[in-house]
């Protein structure tokens, strides 16, 4: 079984379609099999993407943005692992920005990302593959040692 951490950029995906959804859609349906792992504060940063697309010009319905907001509260609950904001991943998310060209939630989704890889390294199981679609955010995960994959380099 294959685990990956979705950040947002990767996750608003699933609920909108842009390049990678495909790609998005196949590793997070129930039949693939796969573990997703989000931070908490992911549900805040996919909600205020879908409410953008919403106010843009000729962006997505107000029921569709409602419908995506709650199948996205309802995935939240039934499929995913969250790992939650704690102190801990606050302050390795400071470093991160000191040592990586990242913005704030950024590093809170790579410090998310590696607590979660290390949990899982500790069990014995396969590390993570942490998903962004954000070229500085990727290569600090790559600096950081955990793999990664881009969706968009996977055009639907």
């Known amino acids: 079984m294959s685990s990956f951490f979705l950040d947002s950029s990767v996750l608003v995906k699933r609920y909108l379609t842009e390049t990678g959804s495909d790609r998005v859609h196949d590793l ?13 504060i992911t549900l805040v940063e996919v909600a205020a993407a879908l409410a953008a697309r919403q106010r843009a010009p000729g962006g997505i319905s107000l029921s569709e943005r409602d419908s995506a907001i709650n199948l996205l509260a309802s995935h939240f609950t039934t499929e995913y692992q969250l ?16 040592n990586h060209r990242l913005r704030g939630y950024d590093a809170i989704q790579l410090a998310a990302a590696l607590a979660a890889n290390q949990t899982l390294l500790q069990a014995g199981l396969p590390e993570l593959t942490f998903m962004a679609a954000d070229r500085d955010l990727i290569s600090a995960a790559r600096q950081e040692g955990v793999q990664v994959e881009n969706p968009n380099d996977h055009p639907d």
Do not use: H, K, W, Y
């Open 28 to 40: 997070t349906t129930p039949e693939a099999g796969s573990t997703v792992i989000v931070a908490e």
């Open 83 to 98: 790992v939650p904001v704690s102190r801990f991943i606050l302050d390795n998310a400071v470093l991160l920005t000191q």
